[in-house]
């Protein structure tokens, strides 16, 4: 079981800046892979960004440039920088831990609201 604590949300303007932070209560290099979601009001969830225990990453197309996924090992914490925002990033991040065979693990979610 892996528990994951995301923070960092928030209300900013179109244009902003917001640092996503997920801690896990495991040794992040111990998972295959972590990510971040997002759920936007009557949308389903989607990939927005992910990191391999290898260090590689993957983008949604819609934040590529704009958004960064990183982590801290020493740490067990994920990051997603998230620059340039816009009012459609607008919903609710979700902080992702997939174990290959064993479990996948969520995260309470943490607001990002983008006015315009």
């Known amino acids: 079981q892996v528990q994951l604590v995301e923070s960092g949300g928030g209300l900013v303007q179109a244009g902003g800046s917001l640092r996503l932070s997920c801690a896990a209560s495991d040794s992040i290099i111990s998972i295959d892979v972590m990510g971040w979601y997002r759920q936007a009001p009557g949308k389903q969830r989607e990939l927005v960004a992910h990191?391999?225990?290898?260090?590689?990453?993957n983008y949604v197309t819609s934040v590529k440039g704009r958004f960064t996924i990183s982590r801290d090992i020493a740490k067990n914490t994920v990051y997603l920088q998230m620059n340039s925002l816009k009012p459609e990033d607008t919903a609710l991040y979700y902080c992702?831990?997939?174990?290959w065979g064993i479990g996948v693990y969520w995260g309470q979610g943490t607001q990002v609201t983008v006015s315009s």
């Open positions: 992702n831990a997939n174990r």
């Open positions: 990191i391999t225990r290898g260090g590689m990453t």
